[in-house]
């Protein structure tokens, strides 16, 4: 995927946050990423009345990865209520990281990023593999 379109990933992205369930912070936020196959997968923030336990709308969209199919992801952008691109916090970058491509992209605040630059050395699935038997 060279061409991303990410007119189209930012619209997603948007109309999922117009579902974000956030009572508490009142900051929607939605997500959305093309998977390699080309669909594309999003998710909204949820928050709950226990603050800590609310999810992050990275969180929806990898859990929407692997109920439409799995894959790899190739793009992603992230979207507040204003329409404002807005970083994925450390622990999303760690969670969209491990069903990342290897040359994943970002939209992001300072433009066009790899998730190398987004997540560096990143700890992840082949740190166990290295470790197993
Ligand atoms: N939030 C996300 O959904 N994703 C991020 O990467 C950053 C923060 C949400 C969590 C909370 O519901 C609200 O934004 C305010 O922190």
Request: a negative charge; proline letters at 5%; hydrophobic letters at 40%.
């Amino acid at each position: 995927m060279t061409d991303i379109d990410w007119q189209g990933l930012r619209a997603a992205a948007t109309e999922a946050m117009r579902k974000a369930y956030v009572p508490y912070s009142e900051y929607p936020v939605g997500a959305a990423a093309f998977v390699e196959d080309g669909r594309i997968v999003a998710g909204c923030n949820t928050e709950n009345a226990s603050y800590g336990v609310g999810l992050c709308a990275e969180c929806g969209l990898i859990s929407n990865l692997a109920m439409t199919g799995g894959g790899r992801l190739a793009a992603f952008v992230c979207v507040n209520g204003a329409g404002e691109t807005i970083m994925p916090c450390g622990r999303c970058r760690q969670l969209l990281n491990e069903h990342a491509l290897p040359d994943m992209l970002f939209e992001t605040v300072s433009g066009i990023r790899t998730i190398d630059e987004v997540l560096p050395d990143a700890f992840g699935p082949r740190d166990l593999e290295h470790m197993a038997g």
